[in-house]
């Protein structure tokens, strides 16, 4: 039957149709992009994600903490088979963070020692820094800000610095002034010094009144007590005993604050750690008469006494290593001084013998007069050798000059017979030191000779 016009249309409409359902089934079926191919292969798919994030997720955690993110990508996957793999991949780290049976610190944020080296400006002169303008400074703080973060966390009981007390108060029988005992046993765990050498430690213990709670600014101190120096110990023991009289009312509003310092013959005493104990907090301390051991744990200091920019050049020819002193900044001139006008900062650099730990050469700056933000713009130079770099350690201390050396008492100073230069804070600088933002100055030095890297530093 011979078909019309209409006929071999319709005929050839369907012919094409039928051509593309066929080529649309046959993409579904051998390539991936399609709800069928992925309707029918949802399976398959699902394995390969999992295996894949799994691959991705290369940490150093145990077995258990594994199968944990194995669970999560599953119910990921189960939940949303088109997620994005990126997203589950973020999660991973988190687990590592909360797990308490990793016993190690969060793997995400290590990083190498020398990471400040890729991300430091240089300079393309040996005194370029010296006419630096203040754009430039506050890109190097922000810089040394972020790189130098370290942590601050709590330390858990076991690895932190403890100290031990015995507290009595022995009321009187009239009701009266009462006498409250306080005995400092010993310090435990200490951190190390941030150079070379051990430990000079002594434990300052100071009564002041306190409101509650203990956030409240307290008042004045009303008692002050200090232990006695031990060289060379990370756990001293004193065994010293302090006695004050009070009454029962007055021992309950009354708080200690208990500060273990370590006393450098060549700077201030640097504070390590400290606690604030409320004796309200003490339980039976005023109803009874018997001796209370306290065993507490001491927070670490986060005291900070100023900054300081300066640069560190190093000339390999000339085997001269350059400190470009540019300016402090916020100094905490009552922490020396009764005044500011009494405040003449300047700034020493010594360098230090690693065996022996003695000072073998000392430079100082110009002083200054009643300024927290003194400008020095000064050059010191050492001559050090290339091979004595790996090994040299310095300290960069900011102190005050007396008045009455000033008006002539230097030769008297000198002598021993007169008063002293007082430090008001100070750093170490070298590849062995502790602190990671002085570490990393120095590495950068290193790395770039003939250049001048500055950087912002804190006192303490």
Known sequence: MPLGAGGRLLVLAAGASSVLLALLVVACLVGPGCCLYEYLHRKESRERRRQRLLQNCDLPIPGNVKLTAAKIIDNDLNDAPGSDTSDSVSSLPHIVRNSKDTGRADVSTVSSDVSLLGRMQHRDSTYSSMSESTERSSSFRSVSTITSKESNGSATDLNSPQIKLILQYLSAEDGGTGKLTICIKEVQRLPPRDYIGGLEPYVVMVIVRSGWPLHRRAGPPLHTFRTRTLRHSFNPHFDQTFTVEAKKSEVKEWCLRATAYDQDRFGNPTELCSLDLALREVKGLTSSQEEKLLTLSLAPSSKELGQILFGLSFLPTAQRLSFCILKAANLKY?????????????????????????????????????????????????????????????????????????????????????????????????????????RDHWLAMLASPRTVISLWHTLK
Request: charged share 30%.
């Open 334 to 438: 009552l922490e020396v001084t009764e005044s500011l006008g009494s405040f003449y900062p300047f700034v020493r650099v010594i360098q230090l013998n690693m065996s022996t730990g003695r000072s073998l050469r000392r430079k100082k700056t110009t002083f200054r007069h009643a300024s927290e933000n003194p400008e020095f713009n000064e050059t010191l130079t050492f001559d050090v050798a290339p091979s004595q770099l790996e090994s040299a350690t310095f300290l960069v201390l900011v102190c005050t000059r007396c008045p009455d050396r000033r008006a002539g008492g230097e030769e008297k100073s000198r002598a021993g017979h007169g008063p002293k230069d007082r430090c008001l804070g100070k750093l170490a600088l070298g590849r062995a030191v502790a602190t990671r933002k002085s």
